[in-house]
């Protein structure tokens, strides 16, 4: 699926959709950002690096502490 296609597919949420055109802009800015050669940060998921034209690479986060919502 290329990215287009994804921004597509979020934006068939309906018309006037919040979630969905929040999501759609979301989307579209980190392919901006990526595209310009720019890493980008996802909280709680790592960073998107580009490398070359048309691939990325995930540099995961390091998991703090144990279970969540554990005792």
């Known amino acids: 699926m290329e990215p287009r ?24 800015s980190i392919l901006k950002r990526l595209r310009r050669g720019r890493v980008v940060t996802l909280p709680g ?9 048309r691939q990325v690479r995930l540099e995961p986060t390091e998991r703090q502490g144990g279970r969540r919502g554990g005792k």
């Open 45 to 53: 998921v790592g960073k998107l690096v580009p490398e070359g034209k």
């Open 5 to 28: 296609d994804l921004v597509e597919l979020v934006k068939q949420g309906g018309p006037g959709s919040e979630p969905a055109d929040g999501l759609a802009r979301a989307v579209e």
